[in-house]
């Protein structure tokens, strides 16, 4: 178990350009959530997988975003056309029931000039 | 609506004192309750939680929490605290009840603890 893991750590992009980021779950966890934390809040949930299907999108996340989770196994997260609002940790954690305890990882933090 | 409020943004403390974190929620259905801690340039580390049962639980490095269904709250206490503390603590709540949910946890603000000698 080498839990759940983010790349990359830290993205610096200029306004208007796409950028992706890969989470890696546990191997075994089948459900895999993606969160957005900004300074000063607590993560706030963006969008969730079980197996390769993504079942729920939260409203933040407008047209510009999109997940994928192919395989059921690693994740993306692209955003595209990035604005200076996108600033933000971006999260992901895995579990393998619903209401067990989500691990996380490190976080990708994104800086948008 | 439901909602997560913790009650401090921030929480000063000496070392060797004791502390206590509020969180109360609002839920129209049942909730599940958790506590997590972030530690400067880390990932966020679930100190423990409520899923049922007792409701004073116990987790990691000496904290628990006590899940009071009456007034809606889950309160974090540690009787003893070290400058490794200092962190930032967040309350979480999954609402439960129906798939709709799919066990995503709605976090408070998060307070801020600075333990000092």
């Known amino acids: 178990d080498t839990g759940v893991s983010q790349n990359p750590r830290h993205k610096i992009t200029k306004r208007g350009q796409n950028v992706t980021f890969r989470c890696d779950p546990i191997?075994?966890?089948?459900?895999l959530y993606w969160y957005r934390q900004t300074l000063g809040q607590g993560p706030e949930f963006l969008t969730y997988?079980?197996?390769?299907?993504?079942?729920?999108k939260s409203r933040l996340l407008s047209d510009r975003f999109s997940a994928e989770r192919p395989k059921g196994s690693f994740s993306t997260l692209e955003i595209q056309r990035t604005e200076q609002g996108d600033s933000a940790m971006y999260l992901c954690a895995s579990s393998l029931a619903i209401y067990n305890e989500q691990f996380f990882g490190p976080g990708t933090r994104l800086t948008v000039l | 609506a439901q909602s997560v409020t913790q009650l401090d943004s921030q929480v000063p403390v000496f070392e060797e004192a004791p502390v206590e974190l509020r969180c109360n929620y609002s839920?129209?259905?049942?909730?599940?309750l958790f506590w997590y801690v972030q530690y400067p340039n880390q990932g966020l580390q679930l100190l423990l939680k409520?899923?049922?049962?007792?409701?004073l639980v116990k987790g990691i490095n000496g904290f628990e929490a006590e899940f009071n269904k009456s007034q809606t709250s889950f309160h974090l206490r540690k009787p003893s605290v070290h400058i490794s503390d200092t962190a930032e603590y967040f309350c979480a709540v999954i609402h439960g009840g129906t798939t709709d949910s799919w066990g995503k946890l709605q976090f408070g603000a998060g307070t801020q603890v600075v333990v000092t000698p």
């Open positions: 191997s075994e966890h089948n459900r």
């Open positions: 839920s129209s259905v049942s909730v599940y």
């Open positions: 409520y899923l049922s049962g007792s409701t």
């Open positions: 997988f079980q197996n390769e299907a993504q079942l729920e």
